[in-house]
Nanobody, 126 residues
Framework: QVQLVESGGGLVQAGDSLRLSCAAS????????MGWFRQAPGKERDFVATIRWSAGSTYYADSVKGRFTISRDNAKNTVSLQMNSLKPEDTAVYYCAASTYYDLSRLIAPREYGYWGQGTQVTVSS
């Protein structure tokens, strides 16, 4: 079992930055690939970014590439999402998730993640 708790969400203006954090507890954190997803009201949960268990391999959705950066600290059991140049369309509940998979083609799909946090709200005003 892996427990995930997100923090860092809030209300910001367009162009601002925000940093989300996800604290993991339970089984060996370093053995999991980690992902960030987001879900806006009435929409499906969308992939945002992922980082493999061997940190250094990352992948981003086109909509956030160049603006968001995912990172992890295996010593502290945390994964972060630095979000810069935020846009109103980034408004959503952001979820941290853990997966046992390593293949990037799998890590973009929510169904490949077995553990999820409760989510943190990010609201970007125009």
């Amino acid at each position: 079992q892996v427990q995930l708790v997100e923090s860092g969400g809030g209300l910001v203006q367009a162009g601002d930055s925000l940093r989300l954090s996800c604290a993991a507890s339970g089984r060996t954190f370093s053995g999991y690939s980690m992902g960030w997803f987001r879900q806006a009201p009435g929409k499906e949960r969308d992939f945002v970014a992922t980082i493999r268990w061997s940190a250094g391999s990352t992948y981003y959705a086109d909509s956030v590439k160049g603006r968001f950066t995912i990172s992890r600290d295996n010593a502290k059991n945390t994964v972060s999402l630095q979000m810069n140049s935020l846009k109103p369309e980034d408004t959503a509940v952001y979820y941290c998730a853990a997966s046992t998979y390593y293949d990037l083609s799998r890590l973009i799909a929510p169904r490949e993640y077995g553990y999820w946090g409760q989510g943190t709200q990010v609201t970007v005003s125009s």
